[in-house]
Nanobody, 116 residues
Framework: QVQLVESGGGSVEVGGSLRLSCTAS????????MGWYRQVAGKEREFVAR???????DYADSVKGRFTISRDSAKNTIHLQMNSLKSEDAAIYFC??????????WGQGTQVTVSS
């Protein structure tokens, strides 16, 4: 079973930046799509960004132009660079890995707090 560990969350002021990282326990991550979702208490988890093994990237409209997803296949890691953070970006951010017929794996989440 693939383990995903997120890091890099924290507290930042509006307009600030944070860089999240997610490291997978297996090299399978280099050939599977991975991505980021976020969740606020009382709301459903929402898509943020996704990257395929070919480097194709997708973003939620709400983060386009501000967030950048990237991957370091040699380290089984993806990153989410978050710039120009807004108060509405505050959430728990979850990393995931799409493992085909084996389903989707999730990390434990990392908290992002944005204060004004």
């Amino acid at each position: 079973q693939v383990q995903l560990v997120e890091s890099g969350g924290g507290s930042v002021e509006v307009g600030g930046s944070l860089r999240l990282s997610c490291t997978a326990s297996e090299s399978i991550s280099s050939i599977r799509p991975m991505g980021w979702y976020r969740q606020v208490a009382g709301k459903e988890r929402e898509f943020v960004a996704r990257i395929t093994s070919f480097g194709t990237k997708d973003y939620a409209d709400s983060v386009k132009g501000r967030f950048t997803i990237s991957r370091d296949s040699a380290k089984n890691t993806i990153h989410l660079q978050m710039n120009s953070l807004k108060s509405e970006d505050a959430a728990i951010y979850f990393c995931n890995l799409e493992h085909g017929k084996f389903g989707v794996y999730w990390g434990q989440g990392t908290q992002v707090t944005v204060s004004s």
